[in-house]
Every structure is written in structure tokens, then in C-alpha cells.
């Protein structure tokens, strides 16, 4: 890397691997040796930036900078961002300053609009912050004022544990091709897993969660507008953001959660459509899609019950008729013998009300399932744990710890062994073997015969 820095660039200096800095000096240290491997090692920043949509290719160059001092800024502007990172391929370049926080310390939209404004005055792409707090996507960030700004520079979000999560799948699947960064690679891994990095995962609720959960479990209810429900909405989705994270390095790949076009595009409107599911059914509700597993992992937080629900919905085999051979086709995958508070519901067809069993009593007596269903099969099936926390639920560290310990040993003991049901292949038919036997001809002579 050239020592030279970018004509946009009074100050700054290449991101160093050995950064020679205060010792209180958390913040500054790991993010010039994130950004410094971010541009040493090829896959691991080709993975970050891909998500923000820009393309590494082989004729590209990355190189990042901390503690940058931008050529055209105002004489008010005394703030300067931590990092900037530039990729060039070619004669085209991309820009993005960098604005990190460690530790509890929270973004400030205050100074995020500032570097907004830094960028657009020096022709720089976007703006990313790297912190403690999680986000759904890298362009729906955790501040909700970011969102909501008129400015038409982006700005993208990573988590610490989100850069932490890349770096151990990409070794954890032997991704990087090149020996030295590997070894790079394995000690940034090992280094953000020290305390000293600053670096943590989302391990309490708000305040206002306690709040919440008294007004609930009083009668109350939840009010349109209500800044309570909204923090705690924001806090579940910094939760079922790490949870995510959690199970992917767990599972060795990519776990994300299921959302759709609208909310993953609207983020304000998300949050909307959950409040207003809160209000009604007094729940918070996730999907995560893991791949290849039989269906997406389900996650409800009853607030009324004070339970956490975890399972998977999974089609009927429309090949079985009988509910109790349906039945014994989930049955058969569950592998586990832990089937306390293990719960399968059955989804049947109309308007008829679902129905729900005990696995260990279906177990014992498949036969149980169709009671009051005679003339019915279900179409569906919902397998489900179902943890009732008590006074831990309201709780903000406690309600934590559980859920993180509940949803990956759901997966573990049940989901992963789950199979979703297919269709078979279509055979060919006896009286149809042959190319012959479905010509014109043939097909006008099988036509007369049904006729006649």
C-alpha cells in the first residue's frame, strides 16, 4: 500500500495492524486493526463489503485509513470520522468514512449527520458505523433518527460480533485461500474475542421492558403510540439480530432472519406492524432461516404467559391420508428424549381450531391426535418447546440468558433432525411407456375409447 494518502485527504494514516496508540485508547485500537485486516485479507473484506453491495473483485484495491481529516470541511467541523475504507477498481472508486464506537458507548445520530455531511462535501460514497448495538440488515440501522434523516448520503451499520461472525465462518469453512492470511485472519478472531476489544453481544433488555411486562400482566393496554413498546420492539430486534449471529457460528453458516419485502425495505413500517401485534396478541415474534434445515425456527415471546415458544411449522405429507399416520410421519424425526414441555400442534383445514398435544403423550397414543377430527387431516403441523420463565421473563439480563439458551438447543435437539416433506417425482405411466403410445394417434384413439 502506497504511503501517499488520497487528494480528498488533509490527514490520516494507513489503518495499522500494530496500531501505536494510548493504551486508554480501545476504541482507536480495534478498529485500525479490523480495517487493516479488512484490506490484508482478500475473502474477509470481499464478505464485508459485499454487504453494502459493493463488489471486490480481482483488479480491485482496498485500502483504509484511521483517524482522517477530510481536505473540504467547515472551520465548525472539528469532529473527525475513525476510518475511512476505499475500494478501487479500475479507474472507478468507492468511499465510505467510518464512525466506530466499543464497548457500552452508543452511536450518536448528532455526529452521524455531521459525516454525512463531511461525505457529501468531499464526494465520498456513504457512511459506516461499527458498534455494540445490531441491525437487521447493514441498511436498516439501529438508530432509529438514521433511518428517519432527508440526507441522500447512505449509511450502513456493522456490528461488532456481525465482523467477528464473518471472520470465524470464513475459517470455520476453510474459506481463505492464502496461508499468511489465515493466520492474520485467526488472530484478529482471538483478539476480538478479548475482553479488551470491547467487543460483546446484545445481553439485556431496556428498562422499559420490566414496565411493559407489569402492564400486561395488570390487564393494561398496550397504547398505539407507546414509546415503552417501541424501545422494547427496537431491543428484539437487536436480539433476534445476535441470535441469528449466535446460531451461525454454531452452525458454520449463514443463519438471517426471515423478513419480508416490505419490512426489510421499511423499517419504520416493521416496526409499526409489530407494534400493533404487540398490542393485539401481546407477543414478539422472529423467524430465523437456517439453510437448509426443514423450515424456518420460529421464535415467540408471550409477554401474558411469561413463555418462550421455539419450533418449526411444517407441512402434512399429503401422500398419508389418516391423521394418525401423518402423525407418526413427524413423530418418527423426533429424535430427542427430552420431551418435557415439547408441544405439537396440529393446523387443520376451514375453520376448524387447531388442536394441541404433548409429544410424549402422542408417543404414547398417536390415536389421541384425531379426537374430534374424524372426517379431518391436518394440513399442517407446528413442533414447538414451550418455556415457561416466570418471574426470570420480565426480567432484563435473565430473559436474555434464557432465550440464547432455549432457541439454539431447540435446533440442536429437535429442528436439526426435522425433514420436510416432498412430493414424488411423477413416474411414467404402464400405458404410456413408450414415445408411441402418447403420438397424436395414439392419444386421439385413448380419446375415442373414453368416449365410447
Known amino acids: ?17 500494530f496500531p501505536v496508540l494510548s493504551t486508554t485508547s480501545k476504541e482507536g485500537r480495534t478498529t485500525s486493526i479490523v480495517l487493516a485486516c479488512l484490506a490484508k485479507i482478500d475473502e474477509f473484506g470481499a464478505n464485508l463489503l459485499a454487504n453494502l453491495g459493493v463488489r471486490v473483485g480481482i483488479r480491485s484495491k482496498v485500502e483504509t485509513y484511521t483517524e482522517v481529516v477530510c481536505a473540504n470541511r467547515s472551520a465548525a467541523q472539528k469532529d473527525r470520522p475513525d476510518g475511512l475504507i476505499v475500494v478501487r477498481t479500475g479507474s472507478r472508486e468507492w468511499r465510505a468514512l467510518v464512525e466506530a464506537k466499543v464497548g457500552s458507548t452508543e452511536l450518536d445520530a ?33 438508530v432509529s ?32 485461500s492464502d496461508s499468511d492470511q489465515r493466520i492474520l485472519l485467526n488472530e484478529l478472531r482471538r483478539f476480538l474475542t478479548h475482553e479488551s476489544a470491547g467487543v460483546k453481544g446484545f445481553d439485556r433488555m431496556p428498562r422499559e421492558w420490566g414496565d411493559l411486562n407489569k402492564l400486561i400482566a395488570s390487564g393494561g393496554t398496550v397504547p398505539a403510540k407507546s414509546n415503552e ?22 452452525t458454520e453458516t449463514y443463519v438471517a432472519e426471515r423478513l419480508s ?51 418449526m411449522v411444517l407441512r402434512a405429507p399429503e401422500d398419508k391420508v389418516s391423521t394418525k399416520a401423518r402423525v407418526n410421519w413427524l413423530l418418527r424425526q423426533v429424535k430427542t428424549e427430552r420431551l418435557e414441555e415439547l408441544y405439537l400442534r396440529l393446523l387443520w383445514p376451514g375453520k376448524s381450531e387447531p388442536t394441541q398435544h404433548l409429544v410424549s403423550d402422542l408417543k404414547a397414543d398417536p390415536d389421541l391426535a384425531a379426537e374430534g377430527k374424524d372426517a379431518l387431516s391436518p394440513h399442517s403441523f407446528f413442533l414447538f418447546r414451550s418455556k415457561h ?12 440468558v434464557d432465550l440464547e439458551e432455549l432457541v439454539p438447543a431447540y435446533y440442536r435437539d429437535v429442528g436439526a433432525h426435522l425433514s420436510a416433506w416432498q412430493k414424488k417425482a411423477p413416474r411414467i405411466k404402464e400405458d404410456r411407456a413408450t414415445a408411441e403410445d402418447v403420438t397424436t394417434d395414439a392419444i386421439s384413439e385413448d380419446a375415442q375409447n373414453y368416449a365410447s
Open 229 to 250: 413498546a417501541l424501545a422494547v420492539i427496537s431491543a428484539w430486534h437487536q436480539e433476534t439480530r445476535d441470535l441469528s449471529l449466535i446460531l451461525s457460528r454454531m
Open 389 to 400: 420463565l416466570g418471574s426470570r421473563f420480565a426480567q432484563q439480563v435473565n430473559f436474555i
Open 1 to 17: 500500500m502506497s504511503d501517499e494518502l488520497p487528494e480528498f485527504l488533509a490527514q490520516g494514516e494507513q489503518a495499522r495492524l
Open 110 to 142: 448528532e455526529q452521524i449527520e455531521k459525516y454525512r455531511l463531511l461525505a457529501k462535501e468531499n464526494d465520498i460514497d456513504c457512511v459506516i458505523s461499527i458498534s455494540n448495538q445490531f441491525a437487521t440488515t447493514p441498511s436498516n440501522h439501529p
Open 261 to 311: 419485502r416490505k419490512h426489510r425495505s421499511d423499517a419504520g413500517l416493521r416496526c409499526k406492524d409489530e407494534l400493533q401485534e404487540l398490542k393485539d396478541n401481546h407477543q414478539l415474534q422472529a423467524e430465523l432461516d437456517i439453510p437448509d434445515a426443514a423450515a424456518p425456527l420460529k421464535v415467540i415471546a408471550d409477554l401474558r404467559r411469561r413463555c418462550v415458544d421455539v419450533g
Open 145 to 176: 433518527e438514521v433511518n428517519k434523516s432527508r440526507s441522500k448520503i447512505p449509511v450502513y451499520h456493522w456490528s461488532w460480533m456481525h465482523i467477528l461472525t464473518e471472520a470465524d465462518l470464513l475459517l470455520s469453512r476453510d474459506s481463505v
